[in-house]
């Protein structure tokens, strides 16, 4: 097997930290990250495994890693827990691997990493690595999309009532009590490129095409471009909402009356309105949405 380059050396990796939400999966996440561990052992990799046991763990614990000799550090959990290992960790330019076990696994989905703990091995094992570019928002990393808007104010509703584990099931509530109680926003978006888009209800920022696990967003949405994509919404009825809704789940969703697309450098989202990043909460615009001049390398086979 070739010897590719991990983290910066010649070399395949041979040390590994699992960090890993037990609670994720239904609870699977405590079982699955010392059967990863088992898996990598016996491909040659020495994994250590640590479980969170309150939200922020995986970010201090990603931190306190930057001073340890790791080859990669490796995610155990949902898009929750890539999002807090990717802010915790001091280079975000070092290797990070995912074994999903969370409720969408966007992340996943969109590179096609495996789920089995012997098949994630092999990938770790192999040091194949994909580049992705990381975007911030206010200082913020993320890997997948920031929402200001309808979106962010069910990410907030969801984080308001949520208890115990968090599945699909659970974001039916949430979204029934937004458009019920329908928030109407007015958003302005300035582009890197200095162009201004007035009198937007919602905002979405995002870096992959598969949202949530369940729609998808147009096919010019690439997360191999190097750009962020920008959604500007215009639609502010809950039936136009709704009726967007519906093309994105049947993969027709287009730019047109409702929305339009813009790819960027940068972008400035001002106006007050919730806001979510990477399917959390993460307070309200204005907000600020750049790239790091650094990219993320993700375990993850060759794309397709």
Same mark, same amino acid.
């Given at each position: ?79 929750? /827990? ?12 070092? $290797?990070?691997? *995912?074994?999903? *076990? ?62 115990? /584990? ?29 162009? +201004? ?7 979405? +920022? ?86 790091? $001049? ?11």
């Amino acid at each position: 097997m070739p010897r590719r380059p991990v983290n910066g050396n010649p070399a395949l990796p041979r040390r590994l930290l699992v960090i890993a939400n037990p609670i994720s999966g239904g609870g699977r996440g405590r079982t699955t990250a010392p059967a990863l561990a088992a898996c990598l052992a016996r491909a040659g990799v020495h994994a250590e495994v640590f479980f969170t046991g309150a939200a922020g763990d995986a970010e201090r614990r990603a931190r306190a890693a930057g001073g340890e000799p790791w080859d990669g550090l490796v995610a155990c959990g949902g898009d929750g /827990t890539v999002h807090e290992i990717l802010n915790g960790m001091p280079d975000p330019g070092r $290797p990070l691997g *995912v074994l999903p *076990v969370g409720t969408a696994n966007v992340l996943a989905l969109e590179l096609g990493l495996p789920r089995r703990g012997e098949q994630v091995a092999a990938l770790l094992a192999s040091g194949s690595v994909r580049e992705l570019a990381i975007g911030t928002a206010n200082g913020r990393r993320f890997l997948l999309f920031c929402g200001a808007g309808v979106d962010g104010a069910v990410v907030h509703r969801l984080a308001a009532v949520r208890t115990g /584990t968090l599945g699909k099931h659970k974001w039916l509530w949430p979204i029934l009590h937004t458009v019920r109680h329908w928030p109407r926003f007015t958003l302005r978006a300035t582009f890197a490129d200095g162009s +201004v888009l007035d009198g937007l209800s919602s905002v979405l +920022v995002t870096r992959v095409r598969n949202y949530g696990g369940v729609v998808h967003l147009p096919a010019e949405v690439d997360v191999d471009d190097g750009r962020l994509f920008v959604l500007c919404f215009r639609a502010r009825s809950r039936t136009a909402w709704i009726g967007l809704g519906l093309a994105a789940a049947c993969r027709r969703l287009r730019p047109g009356r409702g929305f339009e697309l813009r790819a960027t450098q940068g972008v400035r989202i001002d106006g007050e309105a919730p806001m979510q990043l990477d399917g959390d909460a993460a307070g309200t615009a204005p907000v600020d949405v750049r790239l790091l $001049p650094v990219r993320a390398r993700v375990f993850a086979p060759g794309r397709r």
